[in-house]
């Protein structure tokens, strides 16, 4: 597992113990990392030095400086290719760009936003997750217990966004799995939320419907850095 997907591991199970809070810091913080002395840290969680060291050796180093690199060199390797992705037009995705713009602007008003779908799927939208984190709530990812799952998807409400990426599954397809497979929320898609979709074909049920076609997960890869984008522009 990538570090950057062990913190947001962390984060989304728990904000109330040190390796919630400080896995939450650092994913808020993945600009500042430069500056990231363990005092700094120290002053904005309220942890103590030894917690902090603590926590980087539980994540497979050495020390606190070891981290910091780690997760440095993570963050380069990652979003090069996004930031290689900036000037793809929406429409070489098959995305037409009214699609795009509704999509950018529901990101930037939703009070919460949530990212359901198959794990490398989301993973290619963590870079834009990471930037939504700092003045939003967002969830990514699927809960593992059915009673957790269901808990979260009856709090969505319609100031809320829903992105579901499955590019190997039709609308359809998932609402039948949900009557039958314990990960897949039981009241799919029963959330007032708007919610886009990315599957295997498009759908005239969801808000958005979205179909890649072929090379489905770098076009997702595209449409994360063209949004991520769009967010750093209007913030």
Known sequence: MLLLEKLETLADASLENSEGLLAEYFINHTDRLENAGIKNIMLSTG????????FCQQCGFAGFTDFIRALQKELEEV?????????????????????FEQLAQAISSAQRIFVFGRRDAVSLFNPLIRFLRKNKFVYAGMPCS???????????????????????????????????????PSIFPAWKAKTFFSGASQDHRPWISWSPGSQPLYKLMALGGMLLKRMEESS
Do not use: N
Request: proline share 6%.
């Open 79 to 99: 979003r090069y290719p996004i930031e290689f992705m900036h000037d793809i037009d929406p429409e070489a995705v098959g995305m037409s760009r009214d699609q």
């Open 47 to 54: 942890l103590s030095k030894s917690s902090i060291i603590r």
């Open 146 to 184: 059915l009673q957790t799952t269901e808990k979260i998807c009856a709090s969505i409400t319609e100031d809320d966004l829903v992105l579901l990426l499955d590019p190997a599954h039709t609308w359809q397809s998932l609402r039948d799995a949900s009557r039958v497979e314990p990960e897949m």
